[in-house]
């Protein structure tokens, strides 16, 4: 395969990637391989709720029920989702997008937003979520900011 990794994730006991236009592959514990999906430019894989999701360009949204092995296209997305990073914090889906945090809540393959005050982050790019104890930091290209968690979901 004449490709290069545009995008890999660790899922429980495996990996996913996006080998650039040749498709999504799943590589598993055992080195064994194979190809799962088609041609797609992958941005995000993660899992929520018992299901694996994967934005891509182009407004898709890839859905797997069983572990990668097959997926469902949808579109409609937002270009915010779409370039996005997400996190699980406490028992919310937390997206962040430049400057922007929100949290999404999914039905089959409909989504709501909500974002969540970025008092402090505006203008800088954030590049990372973490939990530790009862603070919320948040990594960005000004340095690194801490949130109580407890303030952290409040809507902008």
Same mark, same amino acid.
């Given at each position: =395969?004449?490709?290069? /990794?545009?995008?890999? $994730?660790?899922?429980?006991?495996?990996?996913?990637?996006?080998?650039?236009?040749?498709?999504?592959?799943?590589?598993?514990?055992?080195?064994?391989?194979? &190809?799962?999906?088609?041609? $797609?430019?992958?941005?995000?894989?993660?899992?929520?709720?018992?299901?694996?999701?994967?934005?891509?360009?182009?407004? &898709?949204?890839?859905?797997?029920?069983?572990?990668?092995?097959?997926?469902?296209?949808?579109?409609?997305?937002?270009?915010?989702?779409?370039?996005?990073?997400?996190? /699980?914090?406490?028992?919310?889906? =937390?997206?962040?997008?430049?400057?922007?945090?929100?949290?999404?809540?999914?039905?089959?393959?409909?989504?709501?937003?909500?974002?969540?005050?970025?008092?402090?982050?505006?203008?800088?790019?954030?590049?990372? =979520?973490? /939990?530790?104890?009862?603070? /919320?930091?948040?990594?960005?290209?000004?340095?690194?900011?801490?949130?109580?968690?407890?303030?952290?979901?409040?809507?902008?």
């Amino acid at each position: =395969v004449d490709a290069y /990794v545009r995008h890999i $994730a660790a899922v429980n006991d495996y990996f996913l990637l996006d080998l650039s236009s040749n498709g999504i592959y799943k590589i598993k514990e055992d080195g064994s391989f194979g &190809r799962v999906y088609g041609p $797609a430019t992958i941005d995000a894989f993660y899992v929520w709720q018992g299901k694996i999701y994967a934005h891509g360009e182009g407004d &898709r949204l890839l859905i797997s029920t069983n572990e990668g092995d097959s997926w469902q296209e949808f579109s409609g997305l937002n270009t915010s989702m779409t370039f996005s990073n997400y996190y /699980v914090i406490n028992d919310s889906l =937390v997206g962040a997008y430049r400057d922007n945090l929100f949290t999404l809540k999914w039905n089959s393959s409909n989504y709501k937003q909500r974002f969540l005050k970025n008092d402090g982050v505006e203008g800088t790019r954030i590049n990372g =979520v973490e /939990v530790l104890g009862d603070t /919320v930091f948040l990594a960005t290209t000004s340095g690194l900011f801490a949130r109580p968690l407890k303030a952290f979901f409040d809507s902008k």
